[in-house]
């Protein structure tokens, strides 16, 4: 099976400007988390999508938003983008079966604002 | 509100020698899991190990196991025979159970595997 795949792989925007990153799951997969990786903060929760609906969300601010895609892919947008947006964003699939708990990562999208 | 505490920065281990990474936890909650996670430089996570809280019995993954101290809310991985390959960092996660269930992580411990 291919792997969680996500594009692009790095970014760079200028402060004030919106960005989209894409996110698809390993095949059987329903379930896709977000998560920000900065090395200030480390790795925060963003918010999870299940079957199209926004599960369950963490503390970002409105600029940060998603959605998840009938074939489970999901993308995620940050709009009016600020130098502190600069980070890793890794997105996450788990399929929801026997082993709901398990999450695995794709590779990430780098993102630098300037 | 679930909190994961990985105290050291940085350990360094010489190849083939055993190390043990520490990570402690605070939660109310009865029923979560616990899990290893490894990033190595510029790579992706991959998922090293995984607790069931229920589960008395300490999680074994080849060269990776875990000592699960749910009393103390501690839960340490155990890495024998040190590769170089297992240079990386290592994130200690929670994760509650039920629909709002997400990863709570640590800071993460940065080894070095000499060889």
């Known amino acids: 099976k291919a792997g969680v795949t996500q594009t692009p792989r790095y970014l760079i925007k200028t402060r004030g400007q919106q960005v989209t990153l894409s996110c698809s799951p390993i095949s059987g997969h329903r379930s896709v988390s977000w998560y920000q990786q900065t090395p200030g903060q480390g790795l925060q929760f963003l918010f999870e999508?299940?079957?199209?609906?926004?599960?369950n969300k963490g503390n970002f601010p409105g600029r940060f938003s998603g959605r998840q895609f009938s074939n489970s892919r999901s993308e995620m947008n940050v709009s009016t983008l600020e130098l502190g947006d600069s980070a890793l964003y890794l997105c996450a699939s788990s399929f929801t079966g026997t082993r709901p708990y398990e999450q695995y990562f794709g590779p990430g999208t780098r993102l630098t604002v300037t | 509100a679930q909190t994961v505490t990985q105290s050291q920065p940085e350990m360094s281990v010489q190849e083939a020698e055993t190390v043990t990474l520490s990570c402690t936890y605070d939660?109310?909650?009865?029923?979560?899991?616990l899990f290893w996670y490894k990033q190595p430089p510029s790579r992706q996570m991959i998922l090293v190990i995984r607790q069931e809280a229920y589960k008395q019995q300490n999680a074994t993954e080849n060269r990776f196991s875990v000592n699960f101290q749910k009393a103390a809310k501690s839960f340490s991985l155990k890495i024998s025979d040190s590769q170089l390959g297992d240079t990386a960092m290592y994130f200690c996660?929670?994760?509650?159970?039920?629909?709002?269930?997400?990863?709570?992580f640590g800071k993460g411990i940065t080894l070095s595997v000499r060889p």
């Open positions: 999508y299940f079957s199209e609906t926004q599960r």
């Open positions: 939660t109310s909650e009865n029923n979560y899991y």
């Open positions: 996660a929670f994760m509650n159970t039920g629909a709002n269930s997400k990863l709570t």
